[in-house]
């Protein structure tokens, strides 16, 4: 009698996956993006430069890429507001 009762629980199983086939799904969405709040997970993320070869050679650490980079940031005439 068990294996019957199994065969009617496999019943109600198959028709409850049978109903989640339908889309209930709206064709679209219209968000509040005034109420949208700051991922608070997102953290920052590192900037990766990858450099030729020849320019490795040079700066061979992180810091001398960097030193090298604001002193030629600091030497740029500023640029007028557009």
Request: proline share 5%; charged share 30%.
């Amino acid at each position: 009698m068990s294996a019957d009762w199994s065969a009617v629980k496999n019943v109600r199983i198959m028709n409850r996956s049978e109903d989640k086939d339908v889309d209930d799904m709206l064709p679209a969405y219209r968000f509040d993006y005034g109420k949208a709040k700051p991922n608070r997970f997102a953290g920052r993320v590192p900037v990766t430069v990858t450099l030729d070869q020849h320019v490795a050679e040079v700066f061979t650490t992180e810091e001398s890429v960097s030193k090298a980079l604001r002193a030629l940031i600091s030497a740029m005439p500023v640029a007028s507001g557009k």
